[in-house]
């Protein structure tokens, strides 16, 4: 077997656990999700959903580029130059305790500020305070992880996963039934903590059977001074991408009451949901772009960019068209006002799985500081539109500010999507086509056109009929696909390898 087929069928092998792992993490979150917004109902989950934003901001600080730098140089070191691998996590890990300790205190001494003068409600402070233990246990959780990818074992994330989904479940069930209710947000974020705690020693169990280098110490040095380079452009991208993805629910939050948080995050999470199952997330394609030439990086984004819009268009339309009854069937009658800043999300679905495959490319090209740059620039516009939009639209409701936020969100992520691509030809002399979307939008008008007109004829939709219509939805897309040739015998191909791989 050739280099190339070994990269290709280590690719598809990861990429197929990935793909285990972030179903059991989806599905999992989603029932956790189910089961916080019916218990909480909108204003407990607004509350919820405030604290866990405000804990991801400091989590992005404790973060930094430091998990992706982690896979990065290991995985270098590991083809290159294994005695450097004890180095690099050596060096790493000082930085990351570091960012944590500093995180943590900063979240914990704020707490009281954030609750009582930006959003002045006092049920937030506990959680706020809990919150910043669960970002201290959280950070080393991730960072451990990690490694994982670094050594191209993620089916040992797929079963992490599952432990960590089935955990949290049993421990929030077990919360609603035995804790108070006054102090159900608190207790939820402290069960958090308490399952990232475990999962810490589950990594460092199987890391020592399986990567016994990491533990074999060395004194070979290392370039710090490029490492803090790169981390650098990581760091302005982290902080900006925190702000992006949290600002429009914190800035709800400061301007509308919880229950509208609630209807928003319950949208956002749903879109995000299905967008991180069809998402290659940078630790798998890291490593592979890491060791590839420009040329054969080139050609594997290229078909990337291909596979994924074939399964994102109709994840876009199909949700638009659907997700009125997904709002019902899963959270509830007392969400529906959630449905309308869901038709503008959905649409994000698109941009958010192909940036992900841009940021890979370029952290793997050493190039962090192209999209570092980008992700600055347009959270400062996103913060700007979010700011002009929910205000202007609250003039109308606050449904309608909802809407305004999402569309503020939905304007910064293309304006990024269309700026990577316009950073990729400056940078790498190589364009992205979009040729690849024409047959998806094809077959995807088709779909939502009998989805559509088939929900005109079914007076009540249950969950069965639910199911049922996403079965016709897909069968007709890819029927559609394959009539119009969106897709070929080769494509069916990487199918075959994939159970061939998996099989052995």
Same mark, same amino acid.
């Given at each position: 077997?050739?280099?190339?087929?070994?990269?290709?069928?280590?690719?598809?092998?990861?990429?197929?656990?990935?793909?285990?792992?972030?179903?059991?993490?989806?599905?999992?979150?989603?029932?956790?999700?189910?089961?916080?917004?019916?218990?909480?109902?909108?204003?407990?989950?607004?509350?919820?959903?405030?604290?866990?934003?405000?804990?991801?901001?400091?989590?992005?600080?404790?973060?930094?580029?430091?998990?992706?730098?982690?896979?990065?140089?290991?995985?270098?070191?590991?083809?290159?130059?294994?005695?450097?691998?004890?180095?690099?996590? +050596?060096?790493?890990? =000082?930085?990351?305790?570091?960012?944590?300790?500093? %995180?943590? /205190? @900063?979240?914990? &001494?704020? #707490? *009281?500020?954030?609750?009582?003068?930006?959003?002045?409600?006092?049920?937030?402070?506990?959680?706020?305070?809990?919150?910043?233990?669960?970002?201290?246990?959280?950070?080393?959780?991730?960072?451990?992880?990690?490694?994982?990818?670094?050594?191209?074992?993620?089916?040992?994330?797929?079963?992490?996963?599952?432990?960590?989904?089935?955990?949290?479940?049993?421990?929030?069930?077990?919360?609603?039934?035995?804790?108070?209710?006054?102090?159900?947000?608190?207790?939820?974020?402290?069960?958090?903590?308490?399952?990232?705690?475990?999962?810490?020693?589950?990594?460092?169990?199987?890391?020592?059977?399986?990567?016994?280098?990491?533990?074999?110490?060395?004194?070979?040095?290392?370039? +710090?001074?490029?490492? =803090?380079?790169?981390?650098?452009?990581?760091?302005? %991208?982290? /902080? @900006?991408?925190? &702000?992006? #993805? *949290?600002?429009?629910?914190?800035?709800?939050?400061?301007?509308?009451?919880?229950?509208?948080?609630?209807?928003?995050?319950?949208?956002?999470?749903?879109?995000?949901?299905?967008?991180?199952?069809?998402?290659?997330?940078?630790?798998?394609?890291?490593?592979?772009?890491?060791?590839?030439?420009?040329?054969?990086?080139?050609?594997?984004?290229?078909?990337?960019?291909?596979?994924?819009?074939?399964?994102?268009?109709?994840?876009?339309?199909?949700?638009?068209?659907?997700?009125?009854?997904?709002?019902?069937?899963?959270?509830?009658?007392?969400?529906?006002?959630?449905?309308?800043?869901?038709?503008?999300?959905?649409?994000?679905?698109?941009?958010?799985?192909?940036?992900?495959?841009?940021?890979?490319?370029?952290?793997?090209?050493?190039?962090?500081?192209?999209?570092?740059?980008?992700?600055?620039?347009?959270?400062?516009?996103?913060?700007?539109?979010?700011?002009?939009?929910?205000?202007?639209?609250?003039?109308?409701?606050?449904?309608?500010?909802?809407?305004?936020?999402?569309?503020?969100?939905?304007?910064?992520?293309?304006?990024?999507?269309?700026?990577?691509?316009?950073?990729?030809?400056?940078?790498?002399?190589?364009?992205?086509?979009?040729?690849?979307?024409?047959?998806?939008?094809?077959?995807?008008?088709?779909?939502?056109?009998?989805?559509?007109?088939?929900?005109?004829?079914?007076?009540?939709?249950?969950?069965?009929?639910?199911?049922?219509?996403?079965?016709?939805?897909?069968?007709?897309?890819?029927?559609?696909?394959?009539?119009?040739?969106?897709?070929?015998?080769?494509?069916?191909?990487?199918?075959?390898?994939?159970?061939?791989?998996?099989?052995?």
């Amino acid at each position: 077997m050739t280099e190339n087929q070994n990269l290709k069928e280590g690719l598809i092998k990861n990429s197929f656990w990935n793909f285990i792992s972030l179903i059991i993490n989806r599905v999992g979150s989603l029932i956790l999700v189910i089961i916080l917004t019916r218990v909480l109902m909108p204003e407990g989950y607004g509350l919820y959903s405030i604290v866990l934003s405000i804990a991801m901001v400091f989590f992005t600080f404790s973060h930094l580029g430091i998990d992706e730098t982690l896979v990065r140089y290991l995985s270098l070191a590991l083809k290159k130059d294994k005695k450097k691998v004890y180095a690099y996590y +050596k060096y790493l890990v =000082k930085i990351k305790f570091f960012l944590v300790s500093t %995180a943590f /205190i @900063s979240f914990f &001494f704020l #707490s *009281y500020p954030l609750a009582f003068y930006v959003f002045r409600n006092s049920q937030l402070l506990l959680p706020f305070l809990i919150a910043a233990f669960y970002v201290f246990v959280l950070s080393f959780d991730t960072f451990y992880t990690q490694i994982f990818y670094a050594i191209e074992k993620v089916q040992y994330i797929s079963f992490k996963e599952s432990l960590t989904q089935i955990l949290k479940i049993i421990l929030v069930i077990f919360i609603f039934y035995f804790i108070a209710s006054s102090y159900y947000i608190t207790s939820i974020f402290f069960s958090f903590a308490l399952v990232s705690f475990f999962m810490i020693f589950f990594s460092f169990f199987y890391l020592k059977k399986l990567f016994l280098r990491f533990y074999i110490k060395s004194k070979v040095k290392i370039n +710090k001074k490029k490492i =803090k380079k790169f981390i650098g452009f990581l760091t302005i %991208a982290s /902080i @900006s991408t925190a &702000f992006f #993805s *949290y600002i429009d629910a914190i800035m709800l939050g400061i301007f509308l009451s919880p229950e509208y948080v609630g209807y928003y995050r319950a949208a956002f999470s749903l879109v995000f949901g299905i967008a991180g199952i069809l998402s290659f997330p940078n630790f798998v394609l890291l490593p592979f772009f890491t060791e590839l030439g420009n040329k054969k990086t080139k050609k594997v984004l290229k078909n990337v960019f291909k596979y994924l819009s074939i399964v994102t268009i109709p994840a876009v339309l199909g949700l638009i068209v659907l997700g009125k009854y997904f709002i019902r069937i899963f959270y509830g009658y007392s969400y529906l006002p959630a449905v309308l800043p869901l038709y503008f999300l959905s649409i994000l679905i698109l941009p958010g799985v192909l940036i992900g495959l841009f940021l890979s490319f370029f952290s793997a090209k050493g190039k962090p500081e192209v999209f570092a740059k980008l992700i600055m620039i347009t959270c400062l516009i996103n913060i700007f539109l979010n700011l002009f939009f929910i205000k202007l639209f609250l003039l109308i409701s606050p449904s309608w500010a909802m809407a305004g936020a999402a569309i503020a969100t939905l304007l910064s992520w293309f304006i990024y999507f269309f700026a990577l691509i316009y950073a990729i030809k400056k940078e790498f002399n190589f364009s992205i086509s979009f040729k690849p979307l024409i047959k998806p939008l094809i077959a995807g008008a088709i779909m939502f056109g009998v989805l559509f007109y088939s929900l005109k004829l079914i007076e009540n939709i249950t969950l069965i009929f639910g199911i049922l219509e996403v079965l016709l939805g897909v069968s007709i897309y890819f029927f559609i696909m394959i009539l119009i040739k969106g897709i070929e015998k080769k494509d069916l191909e990487l199918i075959k390898i994939l159970f061939k791989r998996n099989k052995g």
